[in-house]
């Protein structure tokens, strides 16, 4: 392959040349001596320099050690030298000229769950002193996924209607495992231990006659947790206008993997079926299911929730079985969560609105941006007292949610 | 309220020894700077000097490479000198080292002791050999003026620029002469982890 070089070859041949010129005009030796190591410089980087390969960098998979994740860089090359720029946990950049097969250790700490890139590295190789570079640059990056902290739930609010065949919840249905329904006349199916012979002294006209105590079924319900990740915004008001992870404090999207793995973990311990939505364009679901290895599937599926673009304009609305709870997770800073709400409440289903804007810091905003702040937040404000009206729930994620879900669960159905 | 994280603390690497290229570009300031404070005379050294300074500030005006007529001039007015001419060819020789590796890394970058081994070597297995042809030529020049040496030695460089340069213009396009600038697109974080 021809070795490619930069401007450095010429610009010291040039100078030898002018040197030679010089002391021939001077008639001067010495002077023309000046330019012999300009000279050799170029002839030595011409003939022995190699345009190098394209560096390979190696990243380990992150190690957790005291609260931080450590991370092994090492770049495979052919030159003698690579220029390496390392980003730390998308905030943090380091800059290092390492000779190859030489090792890095990167420490970074995690401070937003979720899916991060401890490293992401570049590095390009150089050779003959910064004359020739490799052509591309090589880059690498190491992801991990932090999974979100849990809060303990007492109970979650139970659907209107229940139409699951077996769970932990009262029905409506006459069946068996609840509490007493009603006392009724034998039919054919049902069983002979079921009837009560005092309620059959009394109440029965003809001989023959049978009168069965009835109980409530218990049911399953249906939970459909809905996660609105069109926004991911910090404590940090002023963080808002720029990707900064750090120092924009708890985001509303740690809030609402927060929330969404606690409700799913609940619902799995009470034998209820959950599924996942996420919003946004190209948002996953997960189907609804039950059991503990389902909850390890939603629980990975949870901690890998990412911002999303907006498709409101054309994706269509989240499925959800017939009956079921819909717990949807937004900060309802636009109308797209609000509007799916209206439309899940018109077809019967419960919503319960799980708001995960965190309790904002308006510092460092100016006059103009505190008063956009506060009309932002009063149109959200009435977004949110729109859909309350139209017969959702409210729970605030950031106060203190177990109690708000006890409040639910006491309200008459 | 809340608190501003701070990164450095957060978030660490921890490389081999080295010293930070800053140390470089002072180095492309200071050794020009000396080695015209010692070529020429006192009074004239000090308005020439700025130039190195400026160029190692401003590093792809290629500015420095105005200190190598500084020093030129500096032997040129002074009689022929084995010490001049050693201190000048050391200096000729660092100048373009330092510039050319300082426009390809970044200065607030650091460069390990390995790093720097390749390019050492080269620079003193260069400067033995050049510092022999500047001996030679400064001890031919005192004793007996002889024109014919620089018209040889004039003849014999311009032989070899005309080589490098087509071989060069041979190789085609140049490739990058300043430090790598990556750009962070936003990863797919849908990608499963």
């Given amino acids: ?84 720029v390392a980003l730390l946990g998308h905030s943090l950049e380091r800059q290092l000229v390492v000779a190859p097969d030489e090792r890095l250790e990167a420490f970074s700490i995690a401070q937003h769950s979720g899916p991060w890139f401890p490293v992401w590295a570049h590095a390009r190789a150089i050779s003959a002193d910064g004359a020739t570079t490799s052509a591309r640059d090589g880059e690498a990056r190491s992801r991990h996924a932090i999974a979100p902290s849990t809060r303990h739930l007492d109970a979650l609010p139970t659907a209107r209607t229940l139409s699951g065949l077996h ?61 609105d990740g069109i926004d991911d915004l910090g404590e940090v008001v002023a963080t808002w206008d720029r990707d900064a992870p750090q120092g924009s404090g708890v985001t509303s999207l740690d809030l609402a993997r927060e929330a969404a793995r606690s409700l799913a973990t609940m619902a799995i ?26 909850l390890a599937r939603l629980a990975a599926a949870i901690t890998t929730l990412a911002p999303r ?44 609105a799980i708001d995960t804007l965190p309790h904002l810091d308006p510092v460092r905003l100016n006059r103009a941006e505190r008063t956009g702040l506060r009309l932002v937040l009063a149109e959200r404000r009435e977004r949110i007292v729109r859909i309350e009206r139209q017969g959702a729930d409210l729970v605030v994620w950031a106060d203190d949610p177990g109690i708000a879900m006890r409040l639910l669960v006491r309200r008459p159905r | 309220m809340i608190l501003p994280s701070r990164t450095a603390v957060l978030h660490r690497v921890m490389g081999p020894r080295g010293i930070p290229v800053a140390v470089l570009r002072l180095l492309l300031a200071v050794i020009p700077t000396v080695a015209a404070a010692v070529l020429l005379p006192t009074d004239s050294w000090m308005a020439l000097a700025i130039l190195p300074v400026i160029g190692a500030a401003f ?135």
């Fill in chain 1, 269 to 294: 311990e009470t034998g209820d079926r959950v599924s996942l939505h996420e919003l946004g364009v190209g948002g996953r679901m997960t189907r609804s299911a039950a059991g503990n290895r389902h």
């Fill in chain 2, 59 to 193: 590093l792809h005006s290629r500015l420095s490479y105005a200190a190598l007529a500084v020093i030129a001039i500096g032997v040129l007015i002074s009689d022929p000198s084995a010490w001049r001419i050693a201190v000048a060819v050391l200096a000729v020789h660092a100048v373009h080292v330092l510039v050319t590796l300082c426009c390809a890394i970044p200065g607030h970058a650091s460069i390990s002791w390995r790093a720097l081994r390749p390019t050492g070597i080269r620079f003193i297995v260069i400067q033995a050999i050049a510092q022999l042809v500047g001996l030679v030529a400064s001890s031919l020049q005192r004793a007996e003026p002889r024109p014919a040496l620089a018209l040889v030695g004039a003849l014999a460089l311009v032989a070899v620029a005309v080589v490098l340069t087509v071989s060069n213009t041979a190789a085609g396009k140049k490739v990058r002469d300043t430090p790598m600038t990556p750009s962070y697109k936003n990863p797919d974080v849908t990608d499963r982890v």
């Fill in chain 1, 309 to 352: 673009e907006s498709a409101r304009h054309w994706a269509r609305t989240p499925p959800v079985p017939r009956g079921s709870v819909v717990f949807l997770l937004s900060t309802f800073l636009d109308d797209t969560a609000a509007d799916l709400a209206t439309g899940w409440l018109g077809a019967g289903h419960r919503v319960v």
């Fill in chain 1, 1 to 84: 392959m021809t070795t490619r070089f930069t401007s450095a070859v010429a610009i010291a041949t040039t100078c030898a040349v002018a040197l030679a010129a010089l002391g021939l005009l001077f008639s001067r030796g010495d002077v023309v001596a000046l330019g012999a190591p300009l000279a050799l410089w170029a002839v030595w980087t011409t003939v022995t320099a190699k345009q190098p390969e394209t560096p390979e960098i190696l990243i380990d998979a992150p190690l957790h050690e005291d609260g931080r994740y450590r991370s092994s860089i090492e770049v495979r090359s052919d030159a003698e030298a690579v220029h390496l």
């Fill in chain 1, 167 to 227: 769970g932990s919840h009262q029905g409506w249905r006459p069946g068996q495992g609840g509490d007493f329904r009603d006392i009724h006349p034998w039919a054919p199916g049902d069983e002979l231990r079921r009837v009560d012979w005092k309620a059959t002294a009394r109440l029965a006209r003809r001989r023959g006659d049978l009168q069965v105590r009835r109980m409530h079924t218990m049911s399953e319900q249906a939970i459909a947790l809905v996660v």
